[in-house]
């Protein structure tokens, strides 16, 4: 198994799974419905970037997401792209496990950021920021809401990176409590409270 067969298999655990992450801070007190779909699997890992090839340029992230289950889309064809470590995609596809522990550890990290990206520098537009410092890296998972389904987020960008600008001068809140859903297949709750 290479290593996007690996963050494949991972990524798909992460599907049929509801969470549901209540934040605070001070009297400002919500609950995130955070949900994975298979759309966003390529995005997370900059395979969309990679549009000089032939399989990828100008394809739905739906169908490059099919195409790499089916194994027609593989590591080494993705290491061909001349973009490929540009765009660093390979570290990406190494890094990406870790989303499991950043998954994982929020309730013992007790922090996520109301992301405002011009307080960065960047044009990421994020509605928040989960992150885990493992020095010298942060491994950032940033998430949006979802469209036309209120309170549920989505993962929109995912990498690893040793600057810091992403968590400075940022809004930080308190994880209060996470609950993980298994969600039968065509089941999803679209609502953002239990």
Do not use: W
């Amino acid at each position: 198994m290479d290593a996007l067969s690996t963050a494949l298999a991972l990524y798909e655990s992460l599907l049929g799974k509801d969470f549901y992450i209540t934040i605070a801070k001070n009297e400002d007190r919500r609950t995130l419905h955070l949900v994975f779909k298979k759309a966003n699997f390529p995005h997370l890992l900059g395979i969309t970037k990679l549009n000089d090839l032939t399989k990828i340029a100008g394809a739905r992230t739906s169908t490059l997401y099919n195409k790499i289950k089916r194994g027609e889309i593989t590591y080494d064809y993705l290491s061909a792209s001349a973009l490929f470590t540009y765009c660093d995609v390979g570290r990406r596809i190494a890094e990406f496990p870790k989303i499991s522990q950043l998954i994982q550890g929020l309730q013992e990290r007790k922090v996520i950021i109301k992301f405002n990206p011009r307080r960065a520098g960047t044009m990421i537009e994020a509605d928040f920021l989960i992150y885990v410092e493992e020095k010298p890296r942060i491994i950032c998972l940033f998430i949006v809401e979802d469209y036309g389904s209120e309170g549920m987020y989505v993962p929109m960008s995912f990498f690893g990176t040793e600057n810091e600008r992403y968590l400075r001068n940022q809004t930080v809140y308190n994880v209060v409590n996470v609950e993980i859903v298994d969600t039968p297949k065509g089941k999803r709750n679209i609502s953002p409270c239990l």
